[in-house]
């Protein structure tokens, strides 16, 4: 009699554990499938061989995202044993505590054009050597001989004329000069509502200014702003271009559309437009593969991309991204760009690393186009508007 017990308590201990494994798996299957959804239905890379209803991702651009929106097909689900959690979104920060941070980083950093402020008010008698001075500080902070002359000029006059006598209302004076030449009048918005279209804004720029960044950087702003964003991987040049592109969207849940490595850039860009006409997007944000402003035909593929896009919706931003560190060649190649595709806006990257901030006045001289947003390091949201009077006051706190 012991030994039936015995034998029934082993098969329920059976029963019991191959009961809890099926539990256990079902768990898993359910969380890989939220996994899957939150994803955008796993369109992974190689989910395209697999795919067998949808497009072929090999040839056509596909789409990897949160929402799946119309005119693609969602990949098949690769299951796994292994337990995976749902990746929680994140929470970009917010536009005005960017602001903020933009005013705190420039303070902080060790720039040029603060320096040489400091120098003119920190003098109890302004001689022609501390003129003199003062003009080589800003031309080395990349203000341009131009702005620079015209800011110096200024100042002689108004301090003689106005008979400065207190350092106070001296930094007035420099506030008020300095602001005007920013130009606090220029429109900096960035065009990003839909009208009967979504927004499309275009980002180009020179190999390794930042494009890809800014553009996930940038889709975090606009997510901020609760807009709805669609990424267009244009970037078919180089092939990690397009994965951190899907990386950046993925992490506030915007889709993105990408195509074969060394497909046609107007392609994917073409499609990524129509996906988000079809999905009723609010921004379709199209990253470009950097290119030499001196290759004349990556240039002239350039100019095809934006008019490929603009036979389903208008363009309503190009942005043109510049390493502020490189100064006079940013220049040059700001030039070029405008000429191709009529540059609407500047993104000036890596501000945090060249202590020159004189460029942003250089630029928009140059250009006659505003400087838009500021790149002030590499962290996700390191990237704010610009605006006039917060850089202005930035660069007197260093004074
Ligand atoms: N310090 C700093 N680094 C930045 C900033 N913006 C971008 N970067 C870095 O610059 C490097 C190049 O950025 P990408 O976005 O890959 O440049 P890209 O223009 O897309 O490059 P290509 O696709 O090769 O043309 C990366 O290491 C970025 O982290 C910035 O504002 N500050």
New binding site residues.
Partial sequence: MTIWYIVGGIILAAVVLVGLLAVNRRAALRRAEEQRQLRGGGAGRDSGDRDGGGVDLRDRPRLTGIDELPGTGAGEVVLTDEVVEPLPLDRPEAPESRLARLRRRLAGSNNALGRGLLMLLSRDRIDEETWEDFEDTLITADLGVGPTTELVDNLRTRFRVEGVADPAQAREILRSELLALVDPTMDRTIHADRGDTPAVVMVV??????????VGKLARVLVAEDKEVLLGAA?TF?AA?AD?LETWGGRVGVPTVRGAEGADPASVAFEAVKVGIEGEVDVVLI?T??RLHTKTGLMDELGKVKRVIERQAPVSEVLL?LDATTGQNGLTQARIFREVVDVTGIVL?????SAKGGIVVQVQRELGVPVKLV????GVD??APFDAEVFVDALLEVA
């Avoid at 720029?205 to 800014?214: A, I, L, R, S």
């Avoid at 990257?349 to 690393?353: A, I, P, Q, V, W």
């Avoid at 790149?375 to 590499?378: S, Y």
């Fill in positions: 720029g020179v190999n390794g200014t930042g494009k890809t960044t800014t970037d180089r271009a951190q990253d593969a950097g991204v990257t890596k501000l945090d690393g790149g002030l390091g590499e390191d990237l």
